[in-house]
Nanobody, 121 residues
Framework: QVQLVESGGGLVQLGGSLRLSCTAS????????MAWHRQVPGKERELVAG???????NYVESVKGRFTISRDNAKNMVYLQMNSLKSEDTAVYYC???????????????WGQGTQVTVSS
């Protein structure tokens, strides 16, 4: 069984920083694209940042220049460094990864349980 577990969320002041981490564990054969998404009540989940296995990244326009996604392939981890946080960044942040498991060698999407980020003024 494959699991994604996020950490690092919390309450931060306007303009502050947070670093989210996500660890993939379990019966993993390989990990392809990894990403961070976020969702606020009443809105659809949106892609915040993505990173390929080779390290290519993409960001939603609203976080460009403030957020940085990175990954450690040896540790099966992905990170999201969030700087200059704004109130509109308040959301539940979800880790997502495309993983081939050892059990059936099929590529599947996996999601973490989410971590709350609240930016206060």
């Amino acid at each position: 069984q494959v699991q994604l577990v996020e950490s690092g969320g919390g309450l931060v002041q306007l303009g502050g920083s947070l670093r989210l981490s996500c660890t993939a564990s379990g019966s993993i054969f390989s990990i392809w694209d990894m990403a961070w998404h976020r969702q606020v009540p009443g809105k659809e989940r949106e892609l915040v940042a993505g990173i390929t296995a080779g390290g290519s990244t993409n960001y939603v326009e609203s976080v460009k220049g403030r957020f940085t996604i990175s990954r450690d392939n040896a540790k099966n981890m992905v990170y999201l460094q969030m700087n200059s946080l704004k109130s509109e960044d308040t959301a539940v942040y979800y880790c997502n990864a495309q993983i081939i498991s050892q059990t059936d060698r099929r590529l599947r999407d996996f999601w973490g349980q989410g971590t709350q980020v609240t930016v206060s003024s």
